[in-house]
T-cell receptor
Framework: QKEVEQNSGPLSVPEGAIASLNCTYSDRGSQSFFWYRQYSGKSPELIMSIYSNGDKEDGRFTAQLNKASQYVSLLIRDSQPSDSATYLC?????????FGSGTRLSIRP | DAGVIQSPRHEVTEMGQEVTLRCKPISGHNSLFWYRQTMMRGLELLIYFNNNVPIDDSGMPEDRFSAKMPNASFSTLKIQPSEPRDSAVYFCATIPGRTWVNEQFFGPGTRLTVL
């Protein structure tokens, strides 16, 4: 069983709407959580990190962490075509970070 | 800074041949990771170095795979002999320090095709 789970998608969202990406993890000792964006044929790039329960906002992006439910999410407001990519959730602690398989997001005009 | 540098960017080889992938980390980053990405298995950690020392190689699939980091500015991942199932994109990533709370900076990747 993979330790970080994501719905593979594709998730199709109309331009201007809110895209909601979800991730669950199995290791209760995980302390650090990250969302990476990966465009087709490119390498992953970090867009958000979160370490404490609650919400963290950065521009159009909001990461949410609920350690009790072992759940991490990423909200993208005012979705743009340039947001179309695969989003990788990653979590872990002092010894290792595990990546999920990614969710493909498609923003339709 | 040029970022993490990987070479070659593309490699096509025949089954049984030796393949060597190279990575130059960002200057000052003392932790280096090798990942493999496929559609089926996603992004998998193969091996992790800290200060040139292998810390965790539990992700290395089998003895055909080996990795070295002879100095702070260079690492190699070798596959010998290569097999078609090794076809994947191999990424090198680095962080400044050992703690996993830091952002990982990924190189552009090497797309390996084994025929």
């Amino acid at each position: 069983q993979k330790e970080v789970e994501q719905n593979s998608g594709p998730l199709s969202v109309p331009e201007g709407a809110i895209a909601s990406l979800n991730c669950t993890y199995s290791d209760r000792g995980s302390q650090s959580f990250f969302w990476y964006r990966q465009y087709s044929g490119k390498s992953p790039e970090l867009i958000m990190s979160i370490y404490s329960n609650g919400d963290k906002e950065d521009g159009r992006f909001t990461a949410q962490l609920n350690k009790a439910s072992q759940y991490v999410s990423l909200l993208i407001r005012d979705s743009q075509p340039s947001d179309s990519a695969t989003y990788l959730c990653a979590g872990g602690g002092a010894s290792k970070i595990i990546f999920g398989s990614g969710t493909r997001l498609s923003i339709r005009p | 800074d040029a970022g993490v540098i990987q070479s070659p960017r593309h490699e096509v080889t025949e089954m049984g041949q030796e393949v060597t992938l190279r990575c130059k980390p960002i200057s000052g980053h003392n932790s280096l990771f090798w990942y493999r990405q496929t559609m089926m298995r996603g992004l998998e950690l193969l091996i992790y170095f800290n200060n040139n020392v292998p810390i965790d190689d539990s992700g290395m699939p089998e003895d055909r795979f080996s990795a070295k980091m002879p100095n702070a500015s260079f690492s190699t991942l070798k596959i010998q002999p290569s097999e078609p199932r090794d076809s994947a994109v191999y990424f090198c990533a680095t962080i400044p320090g050992r703690t996993w709370v830091n952002e990982q900076f990924f190189g552009p990747g090497t797309r390996l095709t084994v025929l």
